[in-house]
């Protein structure tokens, strides 16, 4: 609430107007030259501060809304995509234990091929 007031409120309506219709009062203490170069970007700079603003708000109520109607929440950043399109493999690796297998099933063989078995239904693949 506190972040709608200041931001989408009292920022563009009271501070950007004042910028933009008062403050050419300013003129006699202030080099005209100056004026008008700076308050040109100030312009720019807090009218595109404004509409930051407005667009993560947009953000922010479309997310409340699925959280709220669907209940989804979750990371976008675990659906990262790697070069090529092909999804990325998150899961942290560690050290193959010393009998030859490590984390995926797969036992290194003598003649450098690898057997992979799965434990979902016996079935097992043979790689080279």
Do not use: C
């Amino acid at each position: 609430v506190v972040w709608l007031v200041f931001r989408l409120i009292i920022l563009p309506f009271k501070i950007y107007w004042s910028v933009l219709f008062e403050s050419h009062l300013v003129m006699d203490v202030v080099d005209p030259i100056l004026y008008a170069t700076y308050q040109r970007i100030f312009v720019v700079l807090i009218g595109s501060i404004i509409l930051l603003h407005m667009v993560w708000f947009t953000m922010m109520l479309r997310m409340g809304y699925l959280l709220i109607t669907k209940g989804e929440r979750h990371d976008l950043t675990e659906h990262k995509t790697g070069e090529g399109g092909q999804e990325q493999d998150t899961t942290p690796t560690t050290k193959s234990s010393s009998n030859g297998s490590n984390n995926n099933g797969s036992t290194a063989t003598k003649n450098g091929s690898s057997s992979m078995t799965t434990n979902n239904g016996g079935s097992s693949k043979k790689t080279n």
